[in-house]
Nanobody
Framework: VQLQASGGGLVQAGGSLRLSCAAR????????MGWYRQAPGNRRELIADITNSNDTYYVSSVKGRFTISRDNAEKTVYLHMNSLKPSDTAVYYCNTVPSQDRLWGQGTQVTVSS
């Protein structure tokens, strides 16, 4: 069962987006969940994660600008992104933490223009 991210798009620097990841037909929402991103030429990296008890972690480059949250009733994980920068341009994915290869979906493209 793949996890499908949605909500990406083209936004100007300083703008905001909200990404969603639905896992309605899987039990994985009860795992620690994370948002990952991969910029062109770079490795995919974990940028935010949330435990089942709502403890959160952020990589330094997004801390204070991005917020991860989860709705266990809806089996959905969100990433609220504010003050977006061109360096945030990447394909964004959700997965468990640690990740599972079989769960990678196509991701959602976020492009931030300067």
């Amino acid at each position: 069962v793949q996890l499908q991210a949605s909500g990406g798009g083209l936004v100007q620097a300083g703008g905001s987006l909200r990404l969603s990841c639905a896992a309605r037909r899987s039990p994985f929402i009860f795992y620690n969940m994370g948002w990952y991103r991969q910029a062109p030429g770079n490795r995919r990296e974990l940028i935010a994660d949330i435990t089942n008890s709502n403890d959160t972690y952020y990589v330094s480059s997004v801390k204070g600008r991005f917020t991860i949250s989860r709705d266990n009733a809806e089996k959905t994980v969100y990433l609220h992104m504010n003050s977006l920068k061109p360096s945030d341009t990447a394909v964004y994915y959700c997965n468990t933490v640690p990740s599972q290869d079989r769960l990678w979906g196509q991701g959602t493209q976020v492009t931030v223009s300067s």
